[in-house]
């Protein structure tokens, strides 16, 4: 069965479709930059691959196989949270019975990972050692400066780093039997390749379990709410019309610099409106030239970083309007996201706590900190804060499933069955919610009710493959064989890149009719076709 | 069809597996010289002939990017010095020098300590006489209350060793044995010289002297607390005394430092350092260059060859181990002729996939796992720079493209052309090719220009 979908609050952005409406001949060039689809030219193959990458249960697998070839020294990252670097640990103990997997989890600045190790008592015996927590040896050295683009580039290095890279050769002779596995947040990571250049380059992979997609695309708070979406409302003609008349407007030699940086920052709004995120960023800079004192350019700077996933820069632009402007709660909100998005979840708690200190009611800052408690693993602490948020705004619906899914994981599956519906009675048509609740009801064997569940999720959104997955899962465990096959198949072509041959192939949910001949049959089908797919593809 | 090997599946995948790991230099016997795709770069021909060549003693540079084969290279070089009879002292420095605070006394003492251990000297050692004469003074550097007549031979030998190792270990120690050392550094290196002297007098006639290897030496991390670099401090301030030593000497030096205006300074002190430089798998004009991939194909074969000779087939290389010669070729192509990419590369196609052979699929995979790795290196503001330098095909030497070098997002070859000219050239790597910001960056860069 495949996870639960968890998803968080999103502001209402044009869709890619919507912006590539009917373009009139006069604004097509001003429109081609702005709707570039990204994987226009992207080549099915590496489309195909990278469906692969991002599919947990795929990259799972991979991490085994590193792992189960592995023969001894190694050095392989994990990117993922801390609660979900817990469950691959645990998986992996079920999932490689003949490794011995060790963890060592820290959770203070250490200098000296050597001696940590060497000092274990059941050193010979492991063959893996799991390090978490390696963070904590790092948070402490990065000092944002104002204005300074460099995050990782300070003059301070970390001596954990600094250790690692000096003794990689020692780390390699002495723990000759041992591969270590570090679990790190997405800033720890991108520490390492800055700062430990050598040792990081000796490493034989990163896996990278990301949040599900929903969790990524967090809102950004806008603080010129009225006119932005006015903003959003243009059609192509009308934004490229306001895009040029604000910039004869600032163009014009009489402007004083004060109008002028606020004509930019109005100009930067329209754009990020247009999702041209690097046209609104270089705005904001022209504005933040012209008065570097201006609050709401940092903002705006900040804005446009986030959505261009330049996270440690938005941080540090969102420092900067924090210091102009000490009770900018939406720098602290958007701050928080921006944080929570490279793995600081402590700091990111930390800004939505100083979003809310400013106002209290702030649902959405409630409802974020919950998702970063989630992702510590700090579940009962979570669903309080869930609670807070729902308290204020008893309609958010997303705050619910998010809730549904954290009580799904201390396993309190009814009342998260009850939860998803009260989401569902707010959002007739939260197809989320409807299949977290099919998860649900099969975790408690209810299978009847589970497909009636993925039915309603369908009916809602035809292309929901991971629904007809588990509602072929269902099936299977209610011993139905000829309803399990055709929904798999349902899934496998819907999906579009076999994942799911694999996932079934060692998938428990199958075990009763694995050895039938039509399921067989079905899986030795897709497989045949995988392989000639990839034979036509050949160059 | 699998050919008869003596295991099983599984275990033969490991074992290649196991072939490419990124951090161990090539297994016995898989070594290839890639001259010929490196502009005639060759360790015996740049460092080698020099020592083999000179009556005097040498002292040499020596540096390259990480994972290029640096120590690869040393290591063929110490095999061809002994076989031409020289006594090579070769040591990692990570292991006496604390390198993120290394000054030009501890390299010192690390060269004596490697140099008393390796070599026994018959007659008096003149390191012990020095040591002798300074005992009172050094003794509780070497954490010890002992008279220095109670000491055995061996004990007294081990004193160098107890003493860098305390060094590494204690920070205030080293401080403190630094200035002492400071002090008495003609005499040490006098010292260290008649040692050097006594020991080659003592070998036998057809024994040709003694070669000293630094390496990782390049791992020294800069350090301008003080107000002066500590590069600077070691290897130009200090470079007559760097150089002073009575036997050949190569030291590994921080690539930053070749990159750096500084270069002058270091070649009128030491001659021009060697860079070993990219395996060029394309050519200055974009194409693909057979002979760098053919190269790599070779370094890849040499350790399959080394498990099972029949895994180089032709019937099995490129139908079981890989499924075609087109994904062999792909994976060769995209490591950019950096040795270490390609290990990376291979493993990570291994991973996913449950048996042989490599399919296309697995090396896409792979390919695109390290791509995100090159992605998250490059900073959001650096794509244009990536652009203008992929249109020039020219290193500027600013400090931003010299950190795209040193993360490899860079990339430099050289060849010669066919008047026999040496071209150095750089260009991105080409897995950064793909991206869609770079592409964006090149089509603003052509509106820019035109």
């Not at chain 1, 249960?57 to 991490?63: A, E, G, P």
């Not at chain 1, 809310?356 to 009962?380: F, Q, V």
């Not at chain 2, 060793?161 to 270990?169: D, E, G, H, Q, V």
């Not at chain 2, 394309?282 to 099972?308: F, M, Q, T, Y």
Request: proline share 3%; with cysteine; glycine share 4%.
């Amino acid at each position: 069965m495949s996870t639960s979908n968890e998803s968080i609050e999103i502001e209402p952005l044009p869709s890619e479709n919507e912006l590539k409406k009917e373009q009139s001949a006069d604004v097509k060039t001003m429109a081609q930059s702005i709707v570039e689809n990204q994987s226009a030219n992207q080549s099915g193959m590496e489309r195909a691959a990278r469906d692969r990458i991002n599919s947990h249960t795929d990259l799972y697998r991979s991490l085994v196989r590193a792992l189960k070839r592995r023969r001894g020294f190694g050095v392989l990252f994990l990117q993922c949270t801390p609660a979900k670097g817990q469950e691959i640990f645990l998986q992996l103990q079920t999932d490689l019975p003949q490794k011995q997997i060790g963890r060592l989890t820290l959770t203070e600045q250490i200098e000296n990972l050597k001696v940590l190790i060497e000092t274990r008592a059941d050193l010979d015996t492991l063959n893996v050692l799991f390090i978490e927590g390696i963070e904590h040896s790092l948070s402490p050295y990065i000092e944002s400066e104002i204005g300074h683009n460099d995050y990782y580039k300070l003059e301070v290095l970390p001596p954990i780093l600094d250790h690692l890279n000096l003794h990689r050769e020692n780390f390699r002779n002495q723990f000759r039997h041992l591969c270590l596995v570090f679990v790190v947040p997405p800033f720890a990571l991108k520490y390492f390749m800055y700062r430990a250049v050598d040792f990081f380059s000796w490493h034989s992979g990163i896996w990278t379990f990301s949040p599900p997609e929903e969790e990524l695309t967090k809102e950004t708070v806008i603080v010129l709410d009225v006119r932005y979406s006015e903003y959003l409302a243009l059609s192509d003609k009308e934004r490229v019309e306001k895009i040029l008349n604000l910039r004869d407007l600032t163009d014009q030699k009489n402007q004083p610099d004060e109008k002028r940086s606020l004509l930019l920052i109005e100009l930067a709004w329209v754009l990020c409106a247009a999702q041209d995120f690097e046209s609104a960023l270089g705005c904001c800079e022209e504005a933040i030239s012209l008065q570097s004192d201006n609050e709401d350019a940092w903002y705006a700077k900040g804005v446009a970083l986030s959505a261009l996933g330049r996270n440690e820069e938005a941080i540090l632009a969102y420092d900067a309007t924090l210091s102009i402007k000490a009770n900018y709660h939406e720098a602290y909100y958007n701050k928080g996201g921006d944080l929570f998005d490279i793995g600081r979840e402590e700091e990111a708690i930390a800004a939505y706590d100083a979003a809310l200190a400013i106002k209290p009611d702030y649902h959405k800052a409630h409802s974020n900190k919950g998702n970063a408690l989630s992702a510590l693993g700090r579940t009962e602490e979570a669903i309080a804060v869930y609670n807070v948020a729902l308290a204020i705004e008893s309609d958010d619906y997303e705050t619910h499933n998010n809730k549904g899914n954290a009580l799904s994981a201390l396993g309190r599956t009814e009342e998260a069955l009850a939860v998803y519906d009260v989401a569902i009675k707010i959002a007739s048509d939260y197809h989320e919610a409807y299949y977290n609740k099919g998860c649900g009801l099969s975790d408690l064997g209810r299978h009847k009710e589970a497909i009636a569940a993925y039915d309603t999720a369908l009916s809602i959104r035809p292309d929901y493959h991971e629904a007809y997955y588990n509602k072929a899962c269902s099936y299977a465990l209610s011993l139905q064989l000829d309803n399990a096959v055709t929904f798999l198949e349902k899934a496998i072509i819907l999906d579009g890149i076999n994942k799911y041959i694999e996932t079934a192939k060692t998938d428990s949910d199958f075990d009763a009719i694995r050895d039938r001949p039509e399921f067989q049959s079905l899986i030795a089908q897709y497989e045949q076709k995988q392989h000639s797919e990839e034979r036509s593809l050949e160059p | 069809m699998a050919p008869d090997i003596q295991m099983s599946e599984d275990e033969l995948i490991s074992e290649i597996y196991s072939a490419f790991e990124p951090f161990n230099p090539p297994p016995e016997g898989t070594y290839v010289n890639c001259d010929n795709v490196r502009g005639r770069w060759n360790i015996q021909r740049e460092l080698g002939n020099q020592i083999v060549r000179s009556q005097q003693p040498t002292c040499q540079l020596y540096s390259g990017h990480r994972g290029v084969g640096k120590t690869t290279e040393l290591l063929q070089l110490r095999g061809f010095l002994e076989k031409k009879g020289y006594e090579v002292v070769y040591f990692e420095a990570q292991n006496d020098v604390e390198l993120q605070d290394a000054e030009y006394a501890d390299i010192l003492l690390a060269c004596t300590k490697n140099l008393v251990q390796a070599i026994q000297l018959k007659g008096d050692n003149p390191l012990l006489d020095w040591m002798k004469s300074r005992w009172q003074s050094l003794k509780d550097l070497a954490l010890t209350e002992v008279e220095w007549n109670d000491l055995k031979l061996e004990q007294q030998l081990g004193l160098f060793s107890k003493m860098t190792a305390n060094i590494r270990a204690v920070p205030d120690l080293r401080r403190e044995l630094r200035k002492r050392l400071n002090d008495s550094t003609p005499s040490l290196i006098a010292a260290l010289n008649s040692f050097i002297e006594q020991a080659q007098a003592e070998m036998p006639a057809e024994r040709k002297g003694i070669v000293i290897i630094a390496d990782n030496l390049d791992r020294i991390a800069e350090n301008t607390s003080s107000g002066r670099s500590n590069f600077d401090e070691i290897y130009l301030n200090r470079s007559e005394l760097m150089s002073g030593l009575s036997c050949h000497v190569i030291y590994t030096v921080p690539i930053q430092m070749i990159y750096s205006p500084r270069v002058t300074r270091l070649e009128n002190n030491y001659g021009k350092p060697d860079i070993l430089p990219m395996v060029m798998v394309k050519s200055l004009a974009g194409e693909l260059n057979a002979l760098g991939v053919d190269k790599l194909k070779e370094i890849i074969c040499r350790r399959l060859h080394r498990i099972d000779p029949r895994l180089v087939e032709p019937e099995y290389l490129t139908n079981y181990v890989f499924d075609s010669a087109e994904t062999l070729g792909r994976l060769c192509a995209m490591s950019g002729g950096h040795m270490r990419v390609l290990m990376q590369l291979l493993q990570k196609s291994i991973d996913w996939i449950e048996e042989l052979p490599i399919t296309a699929e697995a090396a896409q995979i792979a390919i695109e796992e390290q791509r995100d790795t090159y992605r998250t290196a490059i900073m959001g503001d650096r794509w244009m720079l990536l652009a203008k330098t992929h249109t020039s095909k020219m290193f500027d030497g600013e400090e931003t493209s010299l950190q795209m070098l040193l993360n490899r997002c860079l990339v430099e070859y050289r060849y010669y052309d066919e008047s026999s000219q040496l071209k150095q050239w750089c260009d991105v790597h080409p897995l950064v090719e793909g991206f869609d910001q770079f592409k964006k960056a090149l089509l603003k860069l052509d509106s820019d220009q035109a």
